[in-house]
């Protein structure tokens, strides 16, 4: 399984940015993909969840501001952030599987920095 992460960047606040996750080697449709973050200094935290049947949540911080979505027929993850903060600076990754939670797989991460 190879999940390859990017969109990060740097963005001011009130910015939006897209992160992609691209997957390789698993039957996409079958799984639950999720996005977590890691600040700098704190643990890793989920971020957004899309099972592969049923509706996607979110952590309570990002509610209303990022969406989580998938284009099974492009194998790829995608998470939109509309109205970044200050607080959502970290690395981003995904994470796939069909079991277990989190999921077995991760992506690299990629970094976001929402500053001024």
């Known amino acids: 399984v190879q999940l390859q992460a990017s969109g990060g960047g740097l963005v001011q606040p009130g910015g939006s940015l897209r992160l992609s996750c691209a997957a390789s080697?698993?039957?996409?449709?079958?799984?639950?993909m999720a996005w977590f973050r890691q600040a700098p200094g704190k643990q890793r935290e989920f971020v957004a969840h899309?099972?592969?049947?049923?509706?996607?949540n979110y952590a309570d911080s990002v509610k209303g501001r990022f969406t989580i979505s998938r284009d099974n027929a492009k194998n790829t993850l995608y998470l939109q952030m509309n109205n970044l903060k200050r607080e959502d600076t970290a690395v981003y990754y995904c994470?796939?599987?069909?079991?277990?939670?989190?999921?077995?797989?991760w992506g690299q991460g990629t970094q976001v920095t929402v500053s001024s």
């Open positions: 994470n796939v599987g069909v079991s277990g939670w989190p999921y077995d797989h």
């Open positions: 899309s099972p592969s049947g049923g509706s996607a």
């Open positions: 080697g698993i039957t996409f449709s079958i799984n639950g």
